[in-house]
């Protein structure tokens, strides 16, 4: 068992870090102003105001630039302006992202139209087009915003290291249940106080105590297995509670680079938190069948795990996220 926690921690810690918790797409927004005209906002990665990823948004044939394009940079990203506008209107016709196929980025579209209602949806590589519709219906907004949980919880990686730790340091189904329902409902009230702007909290300093209540977790992994029980083995829904509050705010951040639609925010945040529940699940589930069959392989083969093995997916999962304290520290 630990031996297959150990490389899954080895994985996760040293094949992917540089995607920890980084939802950074591109991101397109048109706002209609009338039947032909649209406001332009597109917001591209950029290491400086000059240096930024080599990827536009290509309009319809005949789009005419109303307006000149202003810039700015700030967020390591390089933000432009303009008016567009589009005969026949927008409805039923694509926007293209040639470069996005050599690219390592999504795209994130968000269309307001003038009666107030919206279309969100997420461009991949494999597929580099947008195609705006006529009218939104709930069932696109459930679909979006699942996903896009989904998606999220899934490239979080601090946010996985934090749950996997859950799993190494709580003993007991019962108790695995109750500490994973915990986080649940403490990240489900921050997401919804962050996104309807009741709680205001800097996104940096977040995502610096996020990496940390890592370190603390994979500490008390550690503590436990010298015979020192800490407050997570012995409460682990207290704990899972208290960081799950912060971890919501990290969610929230995520939640904020798609944004809500005016006219369904419940029913939008309600699904990206359900889709956060679903990636995670998949996440819990992916595990827990690792372990199944890693047991049931060691024991067929007779085989047992050297003594120091249990330090190495604590000591893993602690070094990245004390990496991760410091590099986010650093740059706020």
Request: aromatic share 10%.
């Given at each position: ?6 490389v ?18 591109a ?61 026949g ?6 926007v ?10 999504d ?15 997420r ?28 998606g ?44 309807l702007?009741?709680l ?10 996020i ?45 904020a ?65 004390s ?10």
């Open positions: 068992m630990l031996r297959l926690v150990s899954l921690a080895l994985f996760v810690a040293f094949v992917t870090p540089a995607m920890a918790d980084d939802f950074r797409p991101y397109l927004q048109l706002k209609q102003l009338d039947a032909t005209t649209y406001d332009v906002l597109w917001r591209v990665p950029a290491l400086d105001a000059t240096t930024t990823l080599r990827l536009q948004p290509v309009f319809p044939p005949g789009t005419q630039d109303l307006t000149e394009r202003t810039s700015s940079y700030a967020g390591n990203a390089a933000v432009l302006r303009w008016r567009i506008r589009v005969e209107g927008m409805a039923g016709r694509a293209e992202f040639p470069q996005l196929p050599g690219s390592r980025v795209v994130l579209v968000r269309v307001e139209r003038a009666d107030g209602t919206e279309q969100l949806g461009v991949l590589p494999v597929d580099p087009r947008f195609t705006v519709t006529s009218s939104p219906g709930r069932l696109e907004v459930v679909k979006t915003y699942t996903v896009l949980g989904i999220h919880i899934l490239l979080g990686f601090d946010h996985l290291l934090f749950v996997l730790a859950l799993l190494l340091i709580v003993d007991g189904t019962r108790r695995l249940i109750v500490t994973i329902t915990a986080f649940t409902v403490a990240h489900s009230i921050t997401l919804a106080l962050a996104s702007g009741v205001h909290v800097p996104g940096p300093p977040v995502e610096a105590l990496a940390l209540s890592i370190v603390f977790v994979a500490a008390e992994i550690v503590h436990g297995r010298q015979g020192r029980p800490g407050l997570t083995q012995r409460y682990p829904w207290i704990v899972s509670f208290a960081f799950g509050l912060l971890h919501g705010l990290g969610f929230a951040s995520a939640l680079e798609a944004g809500l639609p005016q006219n369904s925010i419940p029913l939008a945040l309600l699904f990206f938190n359900v889709g956060v529940e679903i990636g995670q699940l998949i996440f819990i589930a992916i595990v827990l069948l690792l372990l199944a069959a890693g047991t049931r392989a060691a024991a067929s083969m007779r085989l047992s795990s050297p003594a120091w093995l249990w330090r190495v997916p604590p000591y893993a999962i602690g070094g990245l996220a990496y991760w304290v410091f590099e986010r520290v650093a740059g706020f």
